[in-house]
């Protein structure tokens, strides 16, 4: 077996510094999920009986008032996510969806509150009158990407079987910043000021513009007494206060109502919407010499599955005997990462869509994670990079779908939390693209997560797609909230998570790999340069990598683009001495804890 590995090195070493033989490749890189603003160091925080990551200061903030005054993680996380509606209004809030991963100390759970698409949608939602799919931001803009909501309810679902502290409470925060002001923070003007469709919207662009049409500069107070109002009704009355009577009439008119784009939903919608408890999707995991146990979303979320099996295809490659170079991943290794991204991102768009209305291959969504079948789909690597992968057959499989073909994928925001009982989350929550649909009301502002479906619902033989639009149906997603525990023991080990549409799959996995298999603390995991690979171009955070490392990469015939790769990772991982949290320096998020 050593032999066979070092013969492969050799291998991979001599493709990479030959000649190319270069073809294009077909498929484009997508569009990143929201602008860069910045690059700002950070080193990690230290805390001894509870942590809190999140995106912004304020709503990491809030959790820790929560935890210190005696909360749950599950409250620290509704305090956490009503502040980042408020002051991160661009990557989710109550007009949108999560997930959620919970450990008690015992057992794990995964809460489902993704979005769901109305009775009336059907697989031609976003077709146009010639029966072509329309155009991205087409679909976007308005009311027809609007999904029905299900953050709100989810949460409430957790609160009731993990919280400690009364509902009402876990509002005040947000409450009280909506009410008082929060100065607008570099980033959210840095996207007000790049976003071409907000301000179309009378009341966002009322609420985010001066009357000039500039966007709000940095330090503005912005203060939100409508969403203010609907946190008060939310906190006293429960989910339904948003999901039944005039609040849910004002999103229904908003979705039906508008002039050029409307959508379907109905009051009947909201009203019968409801979040699922689901089995994590759970598989092992073994680095220096050390057996872990890693827990994430299963469908329909592509991010669980998709994450275990680049993580286990490698771990059947010489990747293993590959530490990082000059403290980065070298050519050789990133050869082998991205082969097995392709080969994830196929199977992923193959098999994955809303489980309520798709089966898995083979009866079960393990049978993609299976050791044989990665160690089969590993033999498919070689030094050279292949051509567009195919999805896999793991095990006996009929089926009669086609894959889905690329289609962007956007924003969304993460949390992690760790509490003084022993219960730890991760949640991942979203409107998908920057600003949802562009459409506000209330005070809040509403999805799009219905573009997360296939546009086309067949293929161009007719054959349907697993991931096409049906009434109630929950769209893919690729949101990969992630809890990591020692094998042997059980004991949990690290929380951790990302924005940042599909490439969500490859930060996490970079900061899996970084901890687990490079043995850096999480913040130096965040702090590596980004990559990835959907099955098509390789793209490689913009001048954080040698030149060197791209023309090898480029010698195994990859087609390489350096872009901006705007993660958000927010982690927390057992120490010794209790925990150690970071945050990415690509957004403004920050640990805190006692």
Same mark, same amino acid.
Request: charged share 20%.
């Given at each position: 077996?050593? +032999?066979?590995?070092?013969?492969?090195?050799?291998?991979?070493?001599?493709?990479?510094?030959?000649?190319?033989?270069?073809?294009?490749?077909?498929? !484009?890189?997508?569009?990143?999920?929201?602008?860069?603003?910045?690059?700002?160091?950070?080193?990690? *925080?230290?805390?001894?009986?509870?942590?809190?990551?999140?995106?912004?200061?304020?709503?990491? /903030?809030?959790?820790?008032?929560?935890?210190?005054?005696?909360?749950?993680?599950?409250?620290?996380?509704?305090?956490?996510?009503?502040?980042?509606?408020?002051?991160?209004?661009?990557?989710?809030?109550?007009?949108?969806?999560?997930?959620?991963?919970?450990?008690?100390?015992?057992?794990?759970?995964?809460?489902?509150?993704?979005?769901?698409?109305?009775?009336?949608?059907?697989?031609?939602?976003?077709?146009?009158?010639?029966?072509?799919?329309?155009?991205?931001?087409?679909?976007?803009?308005?009311?027809?990407?609007?999904?029905?909501?299900?953050?709100?309810?989810?949460?409430?679902?957790?609160?009731?079987?993990?919280?400690?502290?009364?509902?009402?409470?876990? +509002?005040?925060?947000?409450?009280?910043?909506?009410?008082?002001?929060?100065?607008?923070?570099?980033?959210?003007?840095?996207?007000?000021?790049?976003?071409?469709?907000?301000?179309? $919207?009378?009341?966002?662009?009322?609420?985010?513009?001066?009357?000039?049409?500039?966007? *709000?500069?940095?330090?503005?107070?912005? &203060?939100?007494?409508?969403?203010?109002?609907?946190?008060?009704?939310?906190?006293?009355?429960?989910?339904?206060?948003?999901?039944?009577? /005039?609040?849910?009439?004002?999103?229904?008119?908003?979705?039906?109502?508008?002039?050029?784009?409307?959508?379907?939903? !109905?009051?009947?919608?909201?009203?019968?919407?409801?979040?699922?408890?689901?089995?994590?999707?759970?598989?092992?995991?073994?680095?220096?010499?050390?057996?872990?146990?890693?827990?994430?979303?299963?469908?329909?979320?592509?991010?669980?599955?998709?994450?275990?099996?680049?993580?286990?295809?490698?771990?059947?490659?010489?990747?293993?005997? #590959?530490?990082? &170079? @000059?403290?980065?991943? $070298?050519?050789?290794?990133?050869?082998?990462?991205?082969?097995?991204?392709?080969?994830?991102?196929?199977?992923?768009?193959?098999?994955?869509? /809303?489980?309520?209305?798709?089966?898995?291959?083979?009866?079960?969504?393990?049978?993609?994670?299976?050791?044989?079948?990665?160690?089969?789909?590993?033999?498919?690597?070689?030094?050279?990079?292949?051509?567009?992968?195919?999805?896999?057959?793991?095990?006996?499989?009929?089926?009669?779908?086609?894959?889905?073909?690329?289609?962007?994928?956007?924003? !969304?925001?993460?949390?992690?939390?760790?509490?003084?009982?022993?219960?730890?989350?991760?949640?991942?929550?979203?409107?998908?693209?920057?600003?949802?649909?562009?459409?506000?009301?209330?005070?809040?502002?509403?999805?799009?997560?219905?573009?997360?479906?296939?546009?086309?619902?067949?293929?161009?033989?007719?054959?349907?797609?697993?991931?096409?639009?049906?009434?109630?149906?929950?769209?893919?997603?690729? #949101?990969?909230?992630?809890?990591?525990?020692?094998?042997?023991?059980?004991?949990?080990? #690290?929380?951790?998570?990302?924005?940042?549409?599909?490439?969500?799959?490859?930060?996490?996995?970079?900061?899996?790999?970084?901890?687990?298999?490079?043995?850096?603390?999480?913040?130096?995991?965040?702090?590596?340069? @980004?990559?990835?690979?959907? @099955?098509?171009?390789?793209?490689?955070?913009?001048?954080? +990598?040698?030149?060197?490392?791209?023309?090898?990469?480029?010698?195994?015939?990859?087609?390489?683009?350096?872009?901006? #790769?705007?993660?958000?990772?927010?982690?927390?991982?057992?120490?010794?001495?209790?925990?150690?949290?970071?945050?990415?320096?690509?957004?403004?998020?920050?640990?805190?804890?006692?």
């Amino acid at each position: 077996m050593r +032999f066979l590995a070092a013969a492969w090195l050799t291998a991979l070493l001599a493709v990479c510094t030959a000649t190319p033989a270069f073809d294009d490749e077909t498929q !484009t890189a997508s569009q990143q999920p929201e602008e860069a603003s910045g690059y700002t160091e950070k080193s990690g *925080w230290s805390t001894r009986h509870f942590a809190v990551a999140a995106a912004h200061p304020l709503a990491t /903030d809030a959790g820790y008032q929560i935890l210190k005054s005696g909360g749950s993680a599950v409250d620290a996380a509704i305090a956490v996510q009503m502040v980042l509606g408020l002051v991160e209004p661009q990557s989710s809030g109550i007009g949108g969806g999560s997930f959620l991963i919970h450990h008690d100390g015992q057992l794990t759970a995964a809460f489902d509150g993704r979005e769901t698409a109305p009775t009336a949608a059907n697989g031609k939602l976003f077709l146009s009158a010639n029966g072509k799919p329309v155009s991205f931001f087409d679909a976007v803009v308005g009311g027809r990407a609007v999904g029905v909501p299900g953050t709100v309810r989810m949460l409430e679902d957790a609160h009731r079987q993990h919280g400690k502290l009364p509902w009402t409470t876990l +509002f005040a925060p947000a409450i009280q910043l909506a009410e008082r002001g929060f100065e607008v923070s570099p980033r959210l003007h840095t996207l007000l000021v790049s976003d071409a469709y907000l301000k179309k $919207d009378a009341t966002a662009a009322a609420y985010f513009y001066d009357a000039a049409g500039q966007p *709000w500069p940095i330090g503005h107070l912005l &203060k939100n007494p409508e969403l203010a109002s609907v946190l008060k009704r939310i906190a006293k009355e429960g989910s339904k206060a948003l999901m039944t009577g /005039d609040i849910a009439q004002a999103i229904v008119d908003k979705v039906r109502q508008h002039p050029t784009n409307p959508g379907q939903m !109905t009051l009947a919608d909201l009203a019968a919407y409801q979040a699922k408890k689901r089995d994590p999707l759970c598989h092992d995991y073994r680095a220096n010499a050390h057996d872990y146990r890693i827990c994430g979303m299963p469908p329909p979320s592509s991010g669980g599955v998709a994450l275990g099996q680049m993580l286990g295809i490698l771990s059947h490659t010489p990747a293993a005997a #590959m530490p990082l &170079k @000059n403290g980065l991943p $070298d050519a050789r290794w990133l050869h082998l990462y991205t082969e097995a991204s392709r080969l994830a991102f196929a199977d992923r768009d193959q098999y994955i869509a /809303d489980p309520d209305f798709v089966q898995a291959p083979g009866g079960r969504w393990m049978s993609l994670l299976e050791p044989h079948y990665l160690a089969e789909r590993a033999r498919l690597i070689s030094p050279v990079r292949m051509k567009t992968a195919k999805a896999g057959t793991p095990g006996v499989v009929n089926t009669s779908y086609a894959p889905m073909a690329e289609q962007p994928e956007h924003g !969304t925001s993460h949390i992690s939390i760790v509490d003084a009982y022993g219960n730890a989350l991760a949640m991942t929550s979203s409107i998908e693209n920057a600003f949802g649909s562009r459409q506000m009301v209330k005070g809040f502002l509403l999805n799009n997560e219905l573009t997360d479906f296939s546009f086309a619902p067949t293929d161009a033989q007719g054959r349907p797609i697993a991931n096409r639009v049906e009434p109630g149906k929950r769209p893919r997603s690729s #949101m990969a909230p992630t809890l990591v525990f020692d094998k042997a023991s059980g004991q949990f080990l #690290m929380s951790g998570g990302s924005p940042g549409g599909a490439f969500i799959i490859h930060y996490a996995a970079k900061l899996l790999y970084g901890t687990l298999n490079w043995e850096l603390n999480a913040q130096q995991a965040i702090n590596l340069p @980004n990559f990835g690979n959907m @099955n098509g171009v390789t793209l490689l955070e913009d001048q954080r +990598f040698p030149a060197d490392t791209l023309e090898s990469l480029k010698r195994t015939g990859t087609q390489v683009r350096e872009v901006p #790769m705007t993660s958000g990772l927010q982690a927390i991982q057992k120490t010794a001495s209790g925990w150690f949290g970071g945050a990415d320096p690509r957004r403004e998020g920050i640990v805190q804890g006692d």
